[in-house]
């Protein structure tokens, strides 16, 4: 199971979120901005839902939104420092911001040598992790976690010796995860995306041992339990991205080869329909709401493996295209780039562009205003396949993955402040 998705990884594209949404990628919490939070101590600037296609990290969507409505906001001063330690050392998990301002973390594996179903909880208040209950099923990496309106997480699919049909719910009221409705078909690698609606689309992934990516979606009903079939995607993805945008459509863009072409999901027809294509084919990037309703598009590959971008695009709801923004401090792919409160994206580590298998501990901020990227503090620990996740009160949360040297999973876990 690690030679897989390492196999994968190897392309850019890693678990989400993210997101890899992160995801997580992995986390799938709606994009917000608002808060008021300041960035001091390090450049000026500044989520989303999905399985995120790149990580290194597995952060938000890589994509990942703030939600949630506990914490207050703290003043930003452009550093990461070190928080209590995860119960279990876990990478390739998911992790989700509760609208009590916690964070759920659940699954993952532990440095390929045993996958996991055992879940924890984050209290920003504190800086300790608690366990919770265990999953029902054990999901080493692929699944995604996406906060619900009604405030439990629904867990999807995934991989554990193939990919999963196996769907459930967490209650933080009980702290307890119960079975909901199975995926039509089993996917690992595929997006998670939270409606305005409150139903999720689920699109793309692989459904076999054999990594083959699919184009069918279908939906969750939050009221049933239930997943339907809705409309394909214009081409078979996974390890993709998907962005919610104001008005309610899902943009998506990416896949594990790379690619330029994207589309737009419409939950009022249930289709997809092609839009504007990026500027660069990628692989292993990341895609975030903005407040303003754009969507940026960070860093990533080529569809050749071969070349590491630092180049974004932001994509425009009201043109339908793809424009060229202020390019990264650094070349960039399978990193995590988080939608802060104060409407910057943070974006951490990630594939170097002279060694292939280095990832390295930089990070950078977005400021929407200025269209610019600009470094600020580096991660505490070099680390790789770890998640990044905003929380309520204007921080970010970083967790586990795998030392950089050594390989080791790491218990480890960070704070951006």
Sequence with gaps: MRTKLLQTLALGVAFGIMGCNGGSGGNSASASGGANTSTTGGASAGGNTGNGGAKGGLGDGGTGGVAGSAGTNVTLQGRFALTGSMKVPRDVHVATLLKNGKVLVAGGEHAGASCLASAEIFDPGGGTFTATDSMAAIRCSGATATLLSN??????????????????????????????????????????????????????????????????????????????????????????????????????????????????????????????????????????????????????????????????????????????????????????????????????????????????????????????????????????????????????LVTGGQDVVTGESLASAELYQ
């Design 151 to 396: 405030g439990s997480v629904l867990v999807v699919g995934g991989f554990y010796s193939t990919p999963l049909a196996s769907v459930e719910l967490f209650d933080p009221a009980t702290g307890a995860f119960t079975k909901t409705g199975n995926l039509i078909i089993a996917r690992s690698g595929h997006t998670a995306t939270l409606l305005l609606d409150g139903r999720v689309l689920i699109a793309g992934g692989e459904t076999a041992a054999a990594s083959t990516p699919v184009a069918s979606a279908e939906i969750y009903d939050p009221a049933s339990g239930a997943f339907s079939a809705t409309g394909d995607m214009t081409m078979a993805r996974s390890w993709h991205v998907a962005a919610v945008l104001l008005n309610g459509k899902v943009l998506v863009a990416g896949t594990s080869g790379g690619t330029a072409n994207g589309e737009l999901y419409d939950p009022a027809t249930g289709t997809f329909e092609a839009t504007g294509s990026l500027l660069v084919p990628r692989a292993g990037l990341t895609a975030t709401s903005l407040p303003n309703g754009k969507v940026l598009v960070a860093g990533g590959q080529e569809a050749s493996g071969s070349t590491f971008l630092s180049s974004a695009e932001l994509y425009d709801p009201s043109t339908g295209r793809f424009t060229a923004t202020g390019n990264m401090t650094e070349a960039r792919a399978s990193h995590t780039a988080t939608l802060l409160a104060n409407g910057q994206v943070l974006i951490t580590g990630g594939q170097d562009i002279q060694v292939l298998a280095s990832f390295h501990p930089s990070a950078e901020l977005y400021d929407p205003a200025t269209g610019s990227f600009a470094a600020t503090g580096s991660l505490v620990a070099s680390r790789k396949y770890y998640v990044a996740t905003a929380l309520a009160d204007g921080r970010a």
